[in-house]
């Protein structure tokens, strides 16, 4: 399969950079992209470490990152993150599945200017996409759009206090609890703050035990559900999500 360097680069093509996809699909998309004459893969492909630790720039355009959520596998929120600071101008291009309103708003927050859905891939179209980008535009589906700008018009707080207005979490605990509501894996939230994914496991099993929740999907239920019960002093239960905990698996 032909690599284009950068001495064999024409200045007038896009250059592409693609990290994080299947190798069948990767090497799929080379052989797409040769017969396109104004989009052109750069060397090395597919190598994200090369991407993320280099000592120079590639001289690229656009990064087309595939985000995979598998285990053992860097997410595009994390990649996005650990970039270079000379990659902070080059637009990036998300390849991922069927993604929901949560992964969406995390992407563009960590600076993806489109997100193109694999489930609908059609190589016209990303090609389209690709261009569109490197002219400066914003490119998702028009539903994602949408949520993405009623969810910055209408902010919604992860701070969980108690009746008292004493929060319940640690700073760092709610830290934590925020990236999480953005859907990101523990691995994508130890790149973010620079800590170990055991310290995550254990941010999120003390945030569990707080908020009187089992998992990840609750307790960010719980802190994005208003609450206006409030409990007398004497009468207050151990853990102050317990109530509304079983409110969430009956209506799950």
Not at 94 to 106: F, G, K, M, N, R
Not at 215 to 243: F, G, I
Request: glycine share 4%; hydrophobic share 40%; charged share 20%.
């Amino acid at each position: 399969m032909k690599r284009v360097t950068e001495e064999s680069i024409s200045p007038n093509v896009i250059k592409v950079f693609v990290a994080n996809l299947p190798v069948m699909l990767c090497e799929l998309l080379q052989g797409a992209f040769e017969t396109v004459p104004d989009i052109q893969i750069v060397a090395p492909v597919n190598d994200v470490l090369h991407l993320v630790n280099a000592t120079r720039p590639l001289p690229v355009d656009i990064i087309l990152i595939g985000s995979s959520m598998m285990e053992n596998t860097q997410g595009a929120v994390s990649i996005l993150q650990s970039l270079p600071d000379f990659y902070k101008n080059t637009r990036v291009v998300v390849l991922t599945q069927d993604p929901d309103y949560a992964e969406v708003i995390s992407l563009f927050r960590a600076g993806a200017k489109g997100i193109f859905g694999s489930a609908d891939l059609r190589f016209e179209l990303l090609c389209k996409c690709i261009r569109c980008v490197h002219q400066g535009q914003i490119w998702a589906k028009n539903e994602l759009l949408a949520h993405l700008v009623s969810s910055l018009s209408h902010p919604r707080s992860t701070n969980v206090i108690d009746r008292h207005g004493k929060p319940l979490l640690t700073t760092r605990e709610q830290q934590v609890l925020h990236l999480l509501s953005d859907g990101l894996s523990n691995s994508e939230l130890a790149t973010i703050l620079k800590l170990s994914e055991h310290t995550i496991k254990n941010h999120l099993f003390r945030i569990y035990d707080k908020l009187g929740v089992s998992n990840r999907m609750e307790a960010v239920l719980y802190a994005l559900t208003p609450r206006d019960v409030h409990y007398p002093t004497q009468n207050r239960p151990s853990h102050p999500a317990s109530s509304n905990k079983i409110a969430i698996i009956k209506t799950a």
